[in-house]
């Protein structure tokens, strides 16, 4: 009598997908209750009281309520529960996903175009691709749907016989307790996306946060210069209204100059337009010769000065330029416009004949020496300078009276000659003279290497072919334009080669002319370039201890320099670091010292190289 509600439960149970504890609680009331009928059929006649004494061991499945329905209490609350948060769940994603209102954004909508807007794209790009979002396809962060009560989803239910490491999958509908874990498992995923999300957001925050740090403290920075730069301006606006002030007192000033300028423009004009009269110009004199195109005055710096611009000094000579310069200080005595007047003081006549023997010696010694010039042009000129050497030498010597043999010898004699005679009133006027000619013999080769190169190759060539007027720089071809190029420079070269010539005697004869041209015309020829063969190059044989200031190194160098001469040292990457200075010469090399370090931290060896100038 009691099993037909027990049968009836299970029945109920099973067709409604209860849970397993249902089923569980279904079974043991079951064992109960037939315990219960074995022990009522053992007694025979059971008394009422006794009845009345038994309890129920288990409380009724069903129980009449009040208006005669009934109830079952066994139903599991986890499906409501599962239907309660599945309804959270998906107005959260809808949120999430759609917005609260018709017209806003998606929170994460939002969240995606921020970061697309902070982040860089390398690393925006990176965070799509953790998020499983590929590039160009639709942004859909929540992409798994909750499952349903009766959807179904794969269990594997055992392997397969034939491929042991694959397992056969059973579809199986979702119930209660699966869906509710289903879910779990979307949500899960849903919070690691929200999380990548957030650590981004965290991320640009940061960086914002270091941006506005950053931000801020060169505001206050700036804020804290903002005093120093208003006084300053207010220093500058006191300084532009007394420069302003000082402009319009300029301005008063030179409109009042204007007016007076006018005033006596008009006095002017009245002057010359209101008077008529007749006047005889006497006709000016047309110059031969030809002068500068702008003949102006120069001045001395020095009253020791050659000529305006070249300083009376010693002035090394070049040594190209000393079997021409030799060639001038053989010019006779009485060739000079200085010595010309003092064959008088010329000594007694036994020291006089010991002077010119010891000339014509010297010059014999000076014809039998081989002189080595470069060839070309200047070959030429020092054949020249040899035949006049070579007449002046065949000059006689021969005269009876005291009188006759002074002039001889005056004809014969040169300035070195006086400068070894013992006669002072010559020597020191000898002496004199010989160091303005090689003052005014180096001046003129410097000033002519600053002309431009076109100019000295015009100048060069014509000098070569002896077309060229040495001793009238006014009429050298070109010489209009190089004034206006640089008018002190040329001005000073012509009256340089003036002064050179005004050097000898109005009746000076053909030979000391000719030895005064023919240096001209070398320097004319050297100045047109420097030969390549001159220049020093060459390597480091020995290193110093230090590269230092002061430190001696022996060079190994292509010719033989001369003491004082000043090298560049250059390392493998041709940067020049540092000079050095030569301070002899012997058969084991050059020595030298280092003048200048320029750069320090080089570390020296024997494979840089040093170049330079051969003279000093």
């Known amino acids: 009598m009691a099993q037909i509600p027990l049968n009836s439960l299970l029945q109920s149970a099973t067709n409604l997908n209860l849970g397993s504890q249902l089923q569980t609680a279904a079974m043991a009331a079951e064992l109960q209750m037939n315990s219960m009928i074995g022990e009522t059929a053992k007694q025979t006649a059971p008394t009422p009281a006794a009845a009345a004494a038994v309890e129920p061991l288990v409380q009724p499945t069903f129980s009449k309520a009040a208006d005669s329905y009934g109830v079952m209490r066994h139903i599991d609350p986890v499906r409501d529960h599962f239907l309660n948060a599945r309804v959270g769940i998906e107005t959260l994603r809808r949120i999430a996903l759609e917005g609260v209102g018709s017209k806003s954004r998606s929170l994460l909508q939002r969240v995606e175009d921020y970061l697309k807007k902070h982040l860089p794209e390398a690393e925006y790009l990176a965070l799509m691709s953790q998020l499983g979002i590929e590039k160009g396809a639709p942004t859909t962060l929540l992409k798994k749907a909750l499952p349903t009560l009766g959807s179904k989803f794969r269990v594997p239910l055992r392997e397969k016989p034939e491929a042991p490491n694959a397992v056969e999958l059973v579809e199986v509908e979702h119930n209660t307790h699966s869906a509710l874990f289903g879910a779990g498992a979307v949500i899960s995923d849903d919070i690691r996306s929200i999380e990548a999300l957030r650590l981004a957001l965290i991320n640009v925050r940061r960086r914002q946060q270091k941006a506005l740090a950053d931000a801020q403290a060169d505001l206050a920075e700036i804020e804290a210069r903002i005093p120093g730069e208003q006084n300053r301006l207010g220093?500058?606006?006191?300084?532009?209204?007394?420069?302003?002030?000082?402009?319009?007192?300029?301005?008063?000033?030179?409109?009042?100059?204007?007016?007076?300028?006018?005033?006596?423009?008009?006095?002017?004009?009245?002057?010359?337009?209101?008077?008529?009269?007749?006047?005889?110009?006497k006709q000016r004199e047309t110059p031969?010769?030809?002068?500068?195109?702008?003949?102006?005055?120069?001045?001395?710096?020095?009253?020791?000065?050659?000529?305006?611009?070249?300083?009376?000094?010693?002035?090394?000579?070049?040594?190209?330029?000393?079997?021409?310069?030799?060639?001038?200080l053989d010019i006779p005595v009485a060739d000079w416009a200085m010595?010309?007047?003092?064959?008088?003081?010329?000594?007694?006549?036994?020291?006089?004949?010991?002077?010119?023997?010891?000339?014509?010696?010297?010059?014999?010694?000076?014809?039998?020496?081989?002189t080595v010039v470069p060839a070309g042009a200047l070959q030429g000129i020092v054949a020249q300078n040899r035949a006049l050497l070579g007449d002046l030498a065949g000059r006689p010597f021969t005269?009876?009276?005291?009188?006759?043999?002074?002039?001889?010898?005056?004809?014969?004699?040169?300035?070195?000659?006086?400068?070894?005679?013992?006669?002072?009133?010559?020597?020191?006027?000898?002496?004199?003279?010989?160091?303005?000619?090689?003052?005014?013999?180096?001046?003129l080769l410097a000033r002519?290497?600053?002309i431009s190169p076109s100019l000295r190759l015009a100048w060069a060539r014509a000098a070569e072919a002896d077309r060229l007027a040495v001793d009238t720089p006014e009429q050298w071809p070109g010489i209009a334009l190089a004034e206006a190029a640089d008018f002190n420079g040329i001005r000073t070269l012509a009256e340089l080669v003036a002064w050179w010539f005004r050097q000898l005697h109005a009746e000076a004869g053909g030979a000391a002319r000719t030895a005064m041209r023919n240096f001209v015309r070398a320097c004319l020829l050297l100045a047109v370039g420097d030969d390549p063969e001159e220049l020093l190059h060459g390597q480091l044989r020995t290193l110093p201890g230090r590269f230092r200031v002061g430190e001696a190194l022996r060079l190994e160098l292509n010719r033989v320099p001369s003491p004082g001469a000043e090298l560049q040292l250059v390392d493998d990457r041709q940067r020049v670091i540092g000079l050095l200075r030569v301070d002899d010469h012997d058969a084991n090399g050059t020595l030298a010292s280092i003048t200048q370090v320029l750069d320090a931290s080089a570390s020296l060896s024997t494979s840089f190289r040093v170049s330079g100038a051969r003279k000093a």
């Open 235 to 281: 220093v500058l606006e006191r300084t532009r209204s007394e420069s302003l002030d000082d402009y319009l007192v300029a301005q008063r000033l030179l409109v009042d100059h204007w007016r007076n300028v006018e005033e006596a423009h008009r006095q002017r004009r009245r002057v010359i337009e209101s008077n008529v009269g007749l006047f005889y110009v």
């Open 288 to 328: 031969l010769t030809q002068t500068l195109p702008d003949p102006l005055e120069l001045r001395f710096a020095s009253a020791d000065d050659l000529v305006p611009g070249c300083a009376n000094r010693a002035t090394p000579l070049a040594e190209e330029l000393e079997p021409f310069m030799q060639a001038v």
């Open 339 to 370: 010595l010309h007047e003092l064959s008088h003081l010329l000594p007694s006549r036994t020291r006089l004949e010991r002077m010119v023997v010891a000339r014509r010696q010297r010059v014999a010694l000076r014809l039998a020496e081989t």
């Open 399 to 443: 005269a009876s009276t005291m009188r006759e043999l002074q002039l001889q010898g005056h004809l014969i004699l040169a300035l070195e000659d006086l400068l070894a005679g013992p006669v002072p009133l010559l020597r020191e006027p000898a002496r004199a003279l010989h160091q303005r000619l090689d003052a005014a013999a180096g001046c």
């Open 448 to 450: 002519l290497r600053s």
